[in-house]
């Protein structure tokens, strides 16, 4: 399918649908509706991408037979798709692909998708391992869990939303991998946190240890996103805390499953939800500093 028959719908308009949207908008797809349960979001978004407004997610769903969801976690991914509520995207569920992008549970995933099929409309899992500028330029990568047609279907869509775009398998699998992911991602940042916030109480020049962290074993991709923010106190949103620690809830309950034992993971998922207790939900993960620096935690 090429772009002109695409008409897209976007149900969840927080930082990351937003910026997929405005993207999806300037490569010349058409957002035919935007929906967010925030209708003060809905209505400037609208406005501003010339689109429908929608009052609900099934009047998102009716002008579209492509519809990205962004949602925050299980309960809302299932409000939005619920059977019994005739508002919900499952009122026009039948002909329509559902591109759903937030990080849950691999078998809500696979539940989503049964309903959706038995309504006669395909679903495909889109898991985005990056943040919002990279929404907003095009570049995310994305993991895609589903049927490998619809997979086939969305790709030229996908690649104007994603630099590298990996079919990873059946519905779930994707939401295996992303869980993973974010889990590995929350223990570099709480290590990292702790390792600068030991540097603090020495005394050391944290710009130098650092530096030298970079340049060593230490070194990772979150000392280049998160290193600095630790050190300056800035914790302006790109991840949340809150999604620090639901995601690693995620795959604790996949390691319990299994049978599997992961301290590490535990003791990263204690970490953010501590952070979360104290109020510090909305900042960005790199705020788990707040709890290992000396003096912090205000």
């Known amino acids: 399918m090429d772009k002109k028959g695409f ?15 405005r993207r999806l908008k300037d490569e010349g797809y ?7 349960i925030d209708s ?22 009716e002008s579209s037979n492509t519809v990205f969801t962004v949602t925050s976690d299980d309960a809302s991914m299932r409000v939005i798709f619920s059977s019994s509520d005739p508002k919900s995207l499952m009122a026009f569920a039948k002909d ?13 995933h696979v539940e989503i998708e049964d309903l959706v099929r038995a309504k006669g409309g395909e679903c495909l899992e889109a898991c985005m391992a990056s943040s919002i500028p990279q929404a907003r330029e095009g570049t995310l990568y994305l993991m895609c869990g589903g049927k490998r047609e619809n997979f086939d279907c969305a790709a030229p869509l996908l690649q104007s939303l994603g630099k590298t775009i990996r079919y990873i398998g059946g519905a779930g699998e994707a939401a295996k991998v992303k869980a993973l992911v974010n889990m590995v991602m929350n223990m570099n940042t ?18 130098l240890l650092r530096e030298i ?17 630790m050190q ?8 949340s805390a809150e999604h620090a620690a639901k995601d690693s809830g995620i795959a604790l309950q996949l390691a319990e499953d299994q049978g599997l034992d992961l ?28 709890l290992t620096f000396p003096g912090r935690r205000s």
């Open 190 to 207: 709480a290590a990292l946190a702790e390792g600068l916030g030991l540097g603090a109480a020495l005394g050391l020049d944290l710009t």
């Open 232 to 239: 300056d106190r800035e914790h302006d949103c790109y991840f």
């Open 96 to 108: 329509r692909l559902f591109i759903n992008c937030a990080t849950l549970t691999p078998a809500v």
């Open 40 to 61: 003060k979001k809905s209505k400037a978004l609208a406005g501003e991408l010339c689109c429908t407004c929608a009052a609900t997610p099934a009047e998102a769903a």
């Open 30 to 36: 058409t957002l035919s509706a935007v929906y967010d």
């Open 7 to 21: 008409q897209i719908g976007m149900v969840g308009l927080g930082r990351m649908g937003a910026n997929m949207a």
């Open 263 to 290: 301290p590490l993971a535990k003791a990263t998922t204690a970490q953010y939800r501590r952070l979360v207790e104290f109020g510090k939900s909305a900042l960005d993960k790199s705020a788990i500093a707040e």
């Open 213 to 229: 962290f970079s340049q060593t074993g230490a070194a990772s991709r979150v000392l280049e996103t998160d290193g600095v923010d």
